[in-house]
């Protein structure tokens, strides 16, 4: 189904266990189909970073990935 992109957000997630500090990517898409009706899409990397920068530069790829697949699509 063909879908546009209405917005979306790159982002880390964090967490702390006690052992260091942790992050990973996520990435957060909001679609508009033909119907116009939205639809959320969320891709989160299983890969976790011990540096937050790192993280954010992971995200900011994996947005652009996933934003290029839905323009080319």
Do not use: P
Not at 21 to 40: D, F, G
Not at 47 to 56: C, E, F, I, K, V
Request: glycine residues 6%; proline residues 0%; hydrophobic residues 35%.
């Amino acid at each position: 189904m063909e879908a546009s992109l209405v917005r979306g957000k790159a982002f880390t997630l964090h967490w702390n266990n006690g052992g260091g500090e942790h992050y990973k990517r996520a990435v957060t898409l909001v679609l508009q189909t033909a119907s116009n009706e939205e639809r959320i899409e969320t891709y989160q990397c299983d890969q976790t970073r011990s540096d937050r920068a790192l993280a954010q530069a992971d995200a900011d790829q994996l947005f652009t990935l996933k934003t290029n697949e839905v323009m080319t699509a």
